[in-house]
């Protein structure tokens, strides 16, 4: 499984894509085609969205950082 050095200097967009390439690997594939796709949309609407934002405000630069998620703790 990817840490977080593996998305480490990505856009939230390529970070998404890169975990649907992992995910959706013939070799380590834990979804399925469709989900690859769903990711790969999402990126892509993302992208739009945050070059949209960015030309507005600073909030663009807020959506594309990959922030690492903290860990839930067990049994949430």
Known sequence: MP??????????AEALRALADHHGA????????????????????LEQVTIVTASDSAAG???AQVTPLPR???GQ
């Open 3 to 12: 840490r977080a050095d593996y998305y480490k200097g990505l856009t939230l």
């Open 61 to 63: 630069r807020d959506l």
């Open 72 to 74: 839930r703790a067990a």
């Open 26 to 45: 013939p070799r380590t594939r834990h979804i399925t085609a469709d989900e690859t796709a769903l990711l790969y949309r999402a990126a892509d609407r």
